[in-house]
């Protein structure tokens, strides 16, 4: 009987089955840092308030959309993946050429940073977006054309810029323009009729006995005339005219493509509306009655000052001579 050779049955040698034992470890530890970070990555995409996103220019295929999306889309992710046209449907219907626009810019410029537009949401809320993107390699041959970007919710930002501009433009009391916006706008359009050729009039009110209706019934009272004068001239007035309160219970108007006589006949139908107001104050009812000056644009006007002033010095001369009424100046 022969002896079997002692190596036959030896065991592996340890240094070998150590390192082995060694590597499996160090790759599981790999894989258990490839996790960690991949968990890291999801919770921080998670995290992110804002819509990162790639798209394959030339197959028309979002390639990548970040978990904001369905907070700030109110729309699942999968039928974006599966369709681009979901993107295109969720954009507000005036802002979709502009938003494909400016993404097609990209192509030229390497990047965009100031695209803005409005989307609806699953639930019919409107909001604004900040959508920034880029190219993400520089024209190497043979590669995809695939664009990345980031896209923001700044509705509260554009809600805050609609009421900061209201309040710079807005007279607090009757919700027309104040002095100032009211003056841009009329130097505005002064400078369009010069340049085209167009007839302009300008018109200025006051309330007659003004200070009587305060000192009798009280300035709320009087607050409340305003307003309902301020609403009688955005009524009377037509679409496009200028309107304001430039002072006290002074307001002026600006009739752009206006000529002499229609600009009369705004003037008188606003006049007619006033004095059908009634104003009732414990028990007592009351009406009031304003002073009009109304005039033109002539050759010879160099700006807007020139027709306030002949405005201006009509309506006093219409006070003069009794109140209630329109003088052309």
């Known amino acids: 009987m022969v002896d079997k050779n002692p190596q036959d049955s030896s065991p ?28 890291l990555l999801s ?6 308030n804002a819509v990162l996103w790639a798209f394959n220019w ?10 904001a999306y369905e907070r700030i889309f109110g729309r699942p992710t999968d039928p974006l993946l599966a369709d681009y046209n979901q993107w295109r449907d969720s954009v507000y219907p005036d802002d979709l050429e502009e938003a494909e626009r400016s993404l097609a ?10 695209r803005e537009y409005r989307i609806v949401t699953a639930d019919g809320q409107v909001r604004w977006l900040s959508d920034k993107c880029f190219i993400n390699r520089q024209g190497e041959p043979g590669q995809p054309l695939i664009i990345v970007g980031i896209a923001e919710d700044i509705t509260e930002k554009k809600h805050l810029e609609t009421e900061l501009q209201r309040l710079a433009t807005t007279d607090e ?4 323009s104040n002095r100032r916006h009211f003056f841009e706008c009329a130097n505005h359009e002064f400078e369009r009729a010069r340049t085209q050729g167009t007839p302009l009039s300008f018109l200025m009110l006051d309330i007659d006995d003004f200070k009587t209706v305060n000192d009798t019934y009280g300035h ?14 955005r009524a009377a007035l037509r679409r496009g005219d200028v309107f ?31 004095q059908q107001l009634s104003f009732s104050h414990d028990s007592r009812t009351f009406t009031i009655t304003i002073s009009q ?37």
């Open 12 to 39: 592996p040698q340890w240094p070998e089955a150590a390192q082995t034992l060694m590597a499996l470890m160090q790759a599981r530890g790999e894989v258990a840092r490839l996790s960690e970070r991949e968990q």
């Open 43 to 48: 919770s921080l995409l998670v995290s992110v």
């Open 58 to 67: 030339e197959t028309r295929e979002v390639l990548y959309v970040s978990p």
């Open 105 to 114: 810019s990209v192509l030229d410029k390497g990047s965009v940073e100031d």
């Open 173 to 176: 009391l009757t919700e027309s």
């Open 220 to 233: 709320q009272e009087g607050d409340n005339v305003l307003q309902r004068i301020a609403e009688c001239g």
């Open 244 to 274: 304001g309160r430039i002072g006290g219970e002074e307001f002026a108007a600006v009739f752009p493509g206006c000529e002499p006589g229609v600009a009369m006949q705004v003037a008188e139908r606003l006049q007619r509306e006033i």
């Open 293 to 329: 000056g109304l005039t033109s644009l002539l050759p010879e006007d160099d700006s807007v000052d020139s027709l306030f002033s002949r405005a201006d010095a009509a309506m006093y001369e219409a006070k003069r001579q009794g109140k209630n009424r329109i003088i052309p100046g």
